[in-house]
T-cell receptor
């Protein structure tokens, strides 16, 4: 069935390090792809999205490119900050009706 | 309000009791969703509403779970005869319209603890 697979965490980095969180998906058709972020004690917030192949979503220094050929949507940031510490969820839109399918989340810990 | 509002933010109750969780979506949003987030796990889709109707209830874990939405706005998720495995954070989200390209806006969740 349709699924989203993302790398297990926690990912531990020092401030200003380069971040990659891998995400791959399976789906029929061409779903929209999303990254959500969850800060401690809060709900999920949309970080970025891409709606078609080769689209690049970007926000707050984060980027992800919709790669149809590799069915991937990896999240990257060139220089992380302590405030980026959170759980990141990759998700893909559904077909037919809007049922988002989420990955299991990757916790990012950034130390000063 | 400006965002999705959920209440209560925390709920502690004894096993066997009924609980009701409330979600107030962003004004004007026609689609509303409920998810469950268990410790150390991802998000589990429970149910969604388009207006007041719920076309897909297949995500509800058991017949102890039910949800309704009235006036195309507020939704309540009811869990009857709660069990310890129902302990989780229940998240509500809404989107402007129904459609797979629409991002969902989440509330802060209700943390439910069953003793």
């Amino acid at each position: 069935g349709d699924s989203v697979t993302q790398m297990e965490g926690p990912v531990t980095l020092s401030e200003e390090a380069f971040l990659t969180i891998n995400c791959t998906y399976t789906a029929t058709g061409y779903p929209s792809l999303f990254w959500y972020v969850q800060y401690p004690g809060e709900g999920l917030q949309l970080l970025l999205k891409a709606t078609k192949a080769d689209d690049k979503g970007s926000n707050k220094g984060f980027e992800a490119t919709y790669r149809k050929e590799t069915t991937s949507f990896h999240l990257e940031k060139g220089s992380v900050q302590v405030s980026d510490s959170a759980v990141y969820f990759c998700a893909r839109g559904g077909t037919g009706f809007q049922k988002l399918v989420f990955g299991t989340g990757t916790r990012l810990l950034v130390s000063p | 309000g400006a965002g999705v509002s959920q209440s209560p933010s925390n709920k502690v109750t004894e096993k066997g009791k009924d609980v009701e969780l409330r979600c107030d979506p962003i004004s004007g949003h026609t689609a509303l969703y409920w998810y469950r987030q268990s410790l150390g796990q991802g998000l589990e889709f429970l149910i969604y509403f388009q207006g007041n109707s719920a076309p897909d209830k297949s995500g509800l874990p058991s017949d102890r779970f039910s949800a309704e939405r009235t006036g195309g706005s507020v939704s309540t998720l009811t869990i009857q005869r709660t069990q310890q495995e129902d302990s989780a954070v229940y998240l509500c989200a809404s989107s402007l319209v129904w459609g797979s390209n629409q991002p969902q806006h989440f509330g802060d969740g209700t943390r439910l603890s069953i003793l």
